[in-house]
């Protein structure tokens, strides 16, 4: 036997796609079985009732169809195995992971005879998910194999050094804390613990509740196993981009292991919301198991691939510059952004005075402040984290510490997961699970959507991206009234318009250094001329908006004078850069568009306070 891979028929590559879907369906068939409670609706095994057909009751025939897509899947993975063998004998890549999943089936219909044998206890349900997880591992391995060029030789005995199998480390920690979320998922469900704790994120509305029961423990482990994996992904899928971003392949399956991950875990929250209604419960179990099974996939081609990838598109271990704690903590605070961060602390803090009508609880407005700095903060970190392979390419950002060696890409991804972490932990805690919620939704726009995917997709990478920025307001109001209303809209829809002629305002500055780095930037693609249009077309959009209010009588008319006192020099320069574009003119608007939000927002606050 060898590892090298020959070229597999197209209906052998079809087969393990086959396979691979029906086991999935085959899981979410049991996880509908328990979540309805007919796990023993079959008492016996291998028949039902002593009978070959089942009697006409739900929970029989449910434990028969289940039975019946388990028999199928067995007899897909024997025809993988026979035609393995008869066709790819000598490579080991294949034909082990093809008689493996038939002996993983095997165990799977022993297992499940066990459960039924032992009334359902809870172990042997665990057991019977790890062995289900395995037998989907192996023929989505298996699929891998049979989809990958033949070129592709490696295996993880011949990863070569350093980067790559710092990267191969990355990728066990997530299937290890994956494996784990799966197991507590599991126990919650065998242990019935599933509405021990009714409400969500939060548990009988605290987050560690007095005189917690069984059931709540359980549930809780579950909950931060959730926060923990995200993290964990989040590293997976950031590290990916960053240093694989040519190997599409590799991309795109961490990719949707990440989005997977995020539906799965709305419909957690959707499922105890509902009452753990059944087709809810078992979708959620299938979700997980399909994020299980991109992971596996993103693994498979990275072990088989590895030597043939380049180098990480970023070194990953240059050694950090030598500097005291004190230059060190500096350098962390830097890489937050803190002008970035003022500037949207001031929109959450307006916000929060003008749901309240006045002056919000101070230990709120703190509190709220708090995690906005850390979520602000992290997502600036995960910014620079990702985007440090063209920071080094712009003058403006060539001396950032991820650029300069004063902090290792390791030590800013660790920074950027543990804000984000900490802003989450903070809202849930002393604020409202919504404002949490949006909060952490800016992170992941911010980052994902937009650093990862707008910015260096398209020249409408500041259009639509500038929803991320609108957030902090949405944060500040929910977490004084807790719901949204058209008051939150509005805050949201200045910074959505206002957003655009800032930024174009410094892209037209360096629009060289965009050029060189290769960001589709609205002045790199369409040039000058348009991009100052716009820039003039978006101040009108904005400040007719920040008119609206006085006409729908929602705020007075002191804050209908400032508004206008700001909106016609934001307008007039906006016009001047239009007719005759020069850069002073444009470092005039980018400087004037950070003061004016700041103001405005301001001027609000204190007109919805005192009239």
């Not at 993880?156 to 804390?177: I, K």
């Not at 952004?337 to 959450?348: A, E, G, N, Q, R």
């Not at 004078?561 to 608007?589: D, E, H």
Request: charged share 10%; net charge positive; with cysteine.
């Amino acid at each position: 036997m060898n590892d090298d891979l020959p070229v597999t028929s197209q209906s052998f590559r079809k087969l393990t796609i086959v396979a691979s879907a029906w086991i999935l369906l085959l899981m979410f068939a049991g996880a509908v079985m328990r979540a309805t409670g007919s796990g023993l609706g079959c008492p016996d095994w291998p028949l039902c009732y002593d009978q070959l057909i089942p009697p006409a009751q739900f929970g029989a025939w449910l434990g028969f169809l289940h039975r019946l897509i388990a028999g199928i899947a067995l007899l897909l993975c024997v025809s993988l195995a026979g035609w393995a063998w008869r066709n790819y004998r000598a490579y080991r890549l294949i034909l082990v992971p093809a008689f493996g999943a038939v002996a993983l089936a095997l165990l799977q219909a022993l297992l499940g005879a066990v459960s039924i044998w032992s009334q359902v206890q809870y172990l042997s349900v665990i057991v019977h998910l790890l062995a289900g997880l395995a037998y989907l591992s192996a023929t989505l391995f298996l699929a891998t194999v049979a989809h990958l060029p033949a070129k592709y030789v490696t295996t993880a005995r011949r990863l070569a050094a350093g980067n790559h199998r710092d990267y191969v480390r990355y990728l066990w920690l997530a299937l290890a804390s994956t494996l784990l979320l799966l197991l507590t998922g599991t126990v919650v469900t065998s242990t019935g613990s599933g509405l021990a704790c009714p409400d969500w994120p939060l548990c009988g509305g605290e987050i560690f509740p007095a005189g917690a029961s069984v059931g709540m423990v359980i549930n809780l482990i579950h909950r931060f196993s959730v926060v923990a994996v995200g993290v964990v992904l989040a590293g997976v899928v950031l590290k990916t981009r960053r240093q694989y971003n040519s190997y599409r392949p590799l991309v795109n399956w961490t990719t949707a292991m990440g989005v997977l991950f995020l539906v799965q875990v709305a419909l957690g929250g959707l499922n105890v919301l509902l009452q753990m209604p059944a087709v809810v419960n078992a979708l959620h179990l299938l979700l997980a198991a399909a994020t299980w099974g991109a992971l596996v996939i993103a693994t498979s081609l990275f072990y088989l691939t590895a030597n043939t990838l380049p180098a990480p598109a970023v070194a990953e271990t240059a050694e950090p510059q030598a500097i005291t704690g004190r230059q060190k903590a500096a350098v962390y605070f830097k890489l937050t952004k803190p002008w970035i961060m003022i500037l949207l602390l001031v929109t959450t803090a307006g916000a929060m005075f003008i749901a309240a009508k006045g002056v919000p609880s101070i230990s709120l407005m703190l509190y709220t402040l708090l995690g906005g700095a850390l979520a602000a903060g992290g997502a600036s970190v995960l910014n620079s984290y990702v985007d440090s392979d063209i920071d080094q390419m712009m003058s403006r950002t060539s001396r950032r510490p991820t650029v300069t060696g004063l902090v290792t890409p390791e030590e800013t991804l660790f920074f950027g997961l543990a804000l984000s972490t900490m802003s989450f932990l903070v809202f849930v805690l002393f604020v409202n699970t919504l404002s949490a919620a949006l909060s952490t939704l800016g992170i992941i726009y911010y980052v994902f959507f937009y650093t990862l995917y707008l910015k260096r997709a398209t020249m409408h990478n500041i259009i639509i991206g500038g929803a991320a920025g609108a957030i902090p307001p949405l944060v500040g109001w929910t977490a004084v009234t807790g719901s949204f209303d058209l008051g939150a809209l509005y805050l949201f829809a200045i910074i959505f318009f206002w957003t655009p002629p800032h930024t174009w305002a410094l892209a037209l500055l360096v629009k060289k250094d965009y050029a060189r780095a290769r960001v589709p930037m609205l002045p790199v693609v369409a040039g000058e001329r348009e991009t100052t249009y716009q820039i003039f077309l978006y101040s009108i959009l904005l400040v007719t908006l920040t008119v609206l209010p006085f006409t729908f009588n929602m705020l007075s008319w002191v804050y209908l004078v400032a508004a206008l006192i700001l909106g016609i020099p934001f307008i007039y320069l906006a016009w001047q850069l239009w007719r005759n574009y020069n850069k002073s003119v444009s470092k005039r608007l980018y400087k004037f568009s950070q003061a004016y939000l700041a103001l405005l927002f301001v001027v609000m606050a204190v007109d919805r306070t005192l009239f």
